[in-house]
């Protein structure tokens, strides 16, 4: 079936490093793919998206490619803050989109230091 | 506008009694999702209804556990009799449940069976 595939965390960067966390899926399909952030004891917020290949999705200095030829979706930011520091998981939704029903990668934990 | 609401946030409880977890999607929301969330096996999608329907309910771990959703306003998901490895924060998530639409996730209830 349908899978996500993320790197394993922690990530510990020190402030305005630059991110990357890969993400590569397996689908039979074509899903849309996904990045959700988690805050300490928060729920899920939707980051960035995109649904079609060579999509870039982008929100508060994050991106990601939609990459079809390498089956990758992988998370950038430039210059993380501290306030960056949070849970990011990676996601495809199955059946193309048509259930909304999301697969999610395991996350990664990213640590911004001062 | 508010978003997803699950209640209680927090609840510890003993082995062997009910739990009840609820939550309020979206106004205007067709589908409703439940998630479970572990260190051990991540976000795993134990049920989803659309239209008030359950459509797939394969991740639901075992008959210890039941969801309903009576109107489009309310779901319940219950664990019947609770056990030590049920705890977890299970999340709720609605989305308008057409395309290739945002799925928006409550913050969680924080289950300890003790």
């Given at each position: 079936?349908?899978?996500?595939?993320?790197?394993?965390?922690?990530?510990?960067?020190?402030?305005?490093?630059?991110?990357?966390?890969?993400?590569?899926?397996?689908?039979?399909?074509?899903?849309?793919?996904f990045w959700y952030v988690q805050y300490p004891g928060e729920g899920l917020q939707l980051l960035l998206k995109a649904?079609?290949?060579?999509?870039?999705?982008?929100?508060?200095?994050?991106?990601?490619?939609?990459?079809?030829?390498?089956?990758?979706?992988?998370?950038?930011?430039?210059?993380?803050?501290?306030?960056?520091?949070?849970?990011?998981?990676?996601?495809?939704?199955?059946?193309?989109?048509?259930?909304?029903?999301?697969?999610?990668?395991?996350?990664?934990?990213?640590?911004?230091?001062? | 506008?508010?978003?997803?609401?699950?209640?209680?946030?927090?609840?510890?409880?003993?082995?062997?009694?009910?739990?009840?977890?609820?939550?309020?999607?979206?106004?205007?929301?067709?589908?409703?999702?439940?998630?479970?969330?572990?260190?051990?096996?991540?976000?795993?999608?134990?049920?989803?209804?659309?239209?008030?329907?359950?459509?797939?309910?394969?991740?639901?771990?075992?008959?210890?556990?039941?969801?309903?959703?009576?109107?489009?306003?309310?779901?319940?998901?219950?664990?019947?009799?609770?056990?030590?490895?049920?705890?977890?924060?299970?999340?709720?998530?609605?989305?308008?449940?057409?395309?290739?639409?945002?799925?928006?996730?409550?913050?969680?209830?924080?289950?300890?069976?003790?």
């Amino acid at each position: 079936g349908d899978s996500v595939t993320q790197m394993e965390g922690p990530v510990t960067l020190s402030e305005e490093a630059f991110l990357t966390i890969n993400c590569t899926y397996t689908a039979t399909g074509y899903p849309s793919l996904f990045w959700y952030v988690q805050y300490p004891g928060e729920g899920l917020q939707l980051l960035l998206k995109a649904t079609k290949a060579d999509d870039k999705g982008s929100n508060k200095g994050f991106e990601a490619t939609y990459r079809k030829e390498t089956t990758s979706f992988h998370l950038e930011k430039g210059s993380v803050q501290v306030s960056d520091s949070a849970v990011y998981f990676c996601a495809l939704s199955e059946d193309g989109g048509a259930t909304n029903k999301l697969i999610f990668g395991t996350g990664t934990l990213l640590a911004v230091q001062p | 506008d508010a978003g997803v609401i699950q209640s209680p946030r927090h609840e510890v409880t003993e082995m062997g009694q009910e739990v009840t977890l609820r939550c309020k999607p979206i106004s205007g929301h067709n589908s409703l999702f439940w998630y479970r969330q572990t260190m051990m096996r991540g976000l795993e999608l134990l049920i989803y209804f659309n239209n008030n329907v359950p459509i797939d309910d394969s991740g639901m771990p075992e008959d210890r556990f039941s969801a309903k959703m009576p109107n489009a306003s309310f779901s319940t998901l219950k664990i019947q009799p609770s056990e030590p490895r049920d705890s977890a924060v299970y999340f709720c998530a609605s989305n308008e449940g057409q395309g290739r639409n945002t799925i928006y996730f409550g913050e969680g209830s924080w289950l300890t069976v003790v």
